[in-house]
């Protein structure tokens, strides 16, 4: 049973718009997210993070909204760049003592100049 | 600093051979993560160490894979016999537990089983 759903598997938008991705989870303990971006032949690499405390957190071009009334949280990039093009995991800590990350799916990202 | 080091970064092998899977953890850090990536399950937690010691082997397909922690800066992720579904990318990824969720992953092994 997926708790971290990514239910867009790719995403395509143009050179210095905004691009919105989203990610669902069902288990309402979790209480900090994660998003890493991940090039191809590459790991994983992370990317920002919210704490459920706050709906907000913002670093320059990226920031992460957290809605957790319907348990749902969205990664916004603007302006996007070609060099973003790149998978997106959502993630959440999970398991006891939250010691472990639970990944969605990805959600390819390509930015079209 | 240096980063999770995985070796091979390649490895191709045929059905039935042993594979074995390399990782050197962030100096520091006390957790370790071994993860599998494929296209139709993502990312997946295989097994976790903390402190050198398996806490959790959950995630481990079956019997034909082992994972030991001998040291605080190595770790391997055995498969015997290889089968064509183990095909997939291997990450390793170590955390200091102290220092938040955050963990940081090795550039991956991508095995492929014939």
């Known amino acids: 049973d997926q708790q971290v759903k990514q239910n867009s598997p790719s995403l395509s938008v143009q050179e210095g718009r905004i691009s919105i991705l989203n990610c669902d989870y069902t288990n309402s303990m979790f209480d900090y997210f994660l998003w890493y971006k991940k090039y191809p032949a590459e790991g994983p690499t992370f990317l920002i993070s919210?704490?459920?405390?706050?709906d907000k957190n913002e670093d320059g071009r990226f920031t992460v909204f957290l809605n957790k009334s319907a348990k749902h949280l969205s990664l916004h990039i603007v302006p996007s760049q070609p060099g973003d093009s790149a998978v997106y995991f959502c993630?959440?800590?999970?398991?006891?003592?939250?010691?472990?990350?639970?990944f969605g799916k990805g959600t390819k990202l390509s930015v079209i100049p | 600093d240096a980063g999770v080091i995985q070796s091979p970064r390649h490895e191709v092998t045929e059905m039935g051979q042993e594979v074995t899977l390399r990782c050197k953890p962030i100096?520091?850090?006390?957790?370790l993560f071994w993860y599998r990536q494929t296209m139709m399950r993502g990312l997946e937690l295989l097994i976790y160490f903390n402190n050198n010691v398996p806490i959790d082997d959950s995630g481990m397909p079956e019997d034909r894979f082992s994972a030991k922690m001998p040291n605080a800066s190595f770790s391997t992720l055995k498969i015997q016999p290889s089968e064509p579904r183990d095909s997939a990318v291997y990450f390793c990824a170590s955390r200091r537990r102290t220092t938040g969720n955050t963990i940081y992953f090795g550039e991956g092994s991508w095995l492929t089983v014939v």
């Open positions: 919210i704490s459920s405390i706050k």
């Open positions: 993630a959440a800590p999970s398991g006891a003592g939250s010691y472990q990350l639970t």
């Open positions: 100096s520091g850090h006390n957790s």
